[in-house]
């Protein structure tokens, strides 16, 4: 087992990776704005780092579980699982003749969004690191 500086910081760093993977794929719809075809891709990590909350906090699941009234019916998908954050295509804007639906103000937006709360984390981390620093240079001058 590594060194945790604390629960809250395993969490920001969860979520500062997806946030990396998300403006990775905002960047790439960017530079597919030309490319015949090509559908803007998203990933949506919201209930991946709500289950890691539950995870590290002891939060009892509340999801319904799966009824199996014969031995012989399949189990579920397990979704607890899968620590990952969800793929899907960004529909809802018109195409342009050549297929492609990459609207560049909508990158630009979410791109700008995606950065501060990239930067929000960060800065959050660098908080929760200092505290913890703090202590121990306090207790290294007590004794």
Request: aromatic residues 6%; without cysteine; hydrophobic residues 35%.
């Given at each position: 087992?590594?060194?945790?500086?604390?629960?809250?910081?395993?969490?920001?760093?969860s979520a500062l990776d997806y946030?990396?993977?998300?403006?990775?794929?905002?960047?790439?719809?960017?530079?597919?704005?030309?490319?015949?075809?090509?559908?803007?891709?998203?990933?949506?990590?919201?209930?991946?780092?709500?289950?890691?909350?539950?995870?590290?906090?002891?939060?009892?699941?509340?999801?319904?579980?799966?009824?199996?009234?014969?031995?012989?019916?399949l189990s579920g998908i397990d979704?607890?699982?899968?620590?990952?954050?969800?793929?899907?295509?960004?529909?809802?804007?018109?195409?342009?003749?050549?297929?492609?639906?990459?609207?560049?103000?909508?990158?630009?937006?979410?791109?700008?969004?995606?950065?501060?709360?990239?930067?929000?984390?960060?800065?959050?981390?660098?908080?929760?690191?200092?505290?913890?620093?703090?202590?121990?240079?306090?207790?290294?001058?007590?004794?």
């Amino acid at each position: 087992m590594g060194f945790s500086i604390s629960k809250s910081h395993d969490l920001m760093k969860s979520a500062l990776d997806y946030r990396a993977a998300r403006q990775d794929m905002i960047a790439s719809n960017i530079a597919n704005v030309d490319t015949p075809n090509y559908r803007p891709r998203d990933i949506r990590f919201e209930e991946a780092l709500s289950q890691k909350t539950a995870q590290l906090y002891g939060v009892k699941d509340t999801t319904l579980q799966m009824t199996k009234t014969s031995g012989a019916h399949l189990s579920g998908i397990d979704t607890t699982s899968q620590m990952r954050g969800t793929t899907f295509f960004r529909d809802g804007h018109m195409a342009r003749n050549d297929g492609n639906s990459v609207d560049l103000d909508v990158e630009s937006s979410e791109m700008a969004k995606n950065s501060t709360m990239f930067n929000a984390l960060t800065a959050a981390i660098k908080k929760d690191s200092m505290l913890f620093k703090s202590v121990i240079d306090a207790s290294a001058k007590t004794s």
